[in-house]
């Protein structure tokens, strides 16, 4: 039986103006997604992951290719695309619960105000905030405030959520628990995911599939890796399964195989940069 994907991108690529003329950030990225799946982007820095979730969230327009959802076209931001970004872009002034109670009356769905009351608390729920729904930004952790970051974003019913990497400025202990409940609300919610990040462990850990992305410029998917572990997921189990650090071990000798590349690269740079250096020494010791 064949699958309907909920998103496809197709032959994506993207330029961006300089002064020494385009310069090509993707090239050819091919990518289909079913309804319900996790998917995380992975790559070494300045290979086009950010870009790619741009598109896909309609914040950037791709020279070449294109984005269908649902059969429609992506050429524009959209509230069935939510993003969480790293940094939690929360209204300082607003309380946990008014900037949810935001989000959630820009796409009202001709909800009464009682409704848009029990949604919001809903979604404050479903990350474990109740208890802090009255509480500033500037009043909780950061932790609780990327929580609060992804009920806004749950609130507008996605059809795919994107997220670039929501853990990232988080400390272990934190991003761990926001890990769990990531989890928790994928299984109890069933949507589409699309999440950025640079930890090997998280992205075996959370996802269906993580797609490689080779380094830029003109970066496309590399490999595409299909995680097939039983779900709920327990990290402490999985600490010691042959098959999550299979899985484990093939994205680090994917992303090993290119960072030896980067390397060499600087690592040429650095001694070409020292040689008008050493000769400047010898005329001084002269």
């Given at each position: ?101 935001l989000a959630v009356k820009q796409t009202r769905n001709g909800r009464t105000k009682k409704e848009i009351k029990e ?168």
């Amino acid at each position: 039986m064949t699958t309907k994907h909920q998103l496809e991108l197709t032959q994506v690529g993207i330029d961006f103006p300089t002064p020494k003329g385009p310069f090509t950030a993707l090239r050819d990225v091919n990518l289909r997604i079913n309804k319900g799946e996790f998917i995380s982007l992975i790559g070494h820095s300045g290979c086009g992951k950010s870009t790619v979730l741009n598109i896909v969230a309609g914040l950037h327009q791709a020279t070449t290719g294109g984005v269908i959802l649902d059969n429609q076209e992506v050429n524009e931001p959209g509230p069935e695309r939510a993003v969480v970004f790293q940094n939690h872009s929360l209204l300082p002034w607003l309380t946990a619960y008014k900037n949810v109670e935001l989000a959630v009356k820009q796409t009202r769905n001709g909800r009464t105000k009682k409704e848009i009351k029990e949604w919001v608390e809903h979604n404050l729920e479903l990350v474990h905030m109740s208890h802090a729904a009255d509480k500033l930004p500037s009043e909780i952790s950061g932790g609780m405030k990327q929580r609060v970051g992804i009920a806004r974003a749950l609130a507008m019913e996605p059809k795919v959520l994107l997220m670039d990497e929501p853990f990232g400025a988080l400390d272990a202990l934190t991003r761990a628990h926001l890990q769990d409940s990531v989890m928790e609300i994928h299984a109890e919610l069933g949507n589409t995911v699309i999440m950025i990040t640079h930890d090997v462990d998280e992205a075996v850990l959370l996802s269906d599939r993580i797609v490689m992305m080779t380094n830029g410029p003109a970066a496309t998917i590399g490999e595409i890796l299909s995680i097939e572990l039983e779900r709920p997921r327990n990290r402490i189990e999985l600490a010691d399964n042959a098959q999550y650090n299979h899985y484990r071990h093939e994205v680090l000798k994917f992303l090993y195989e290119k960072q030896r590349k980067v390397e060499s690269v600087a690592a040429h740079r650095q001694k070409q940069s020292a040689v008008p250096k050493l000769a400047e020494l010898k005329s001084d010791i002269a």
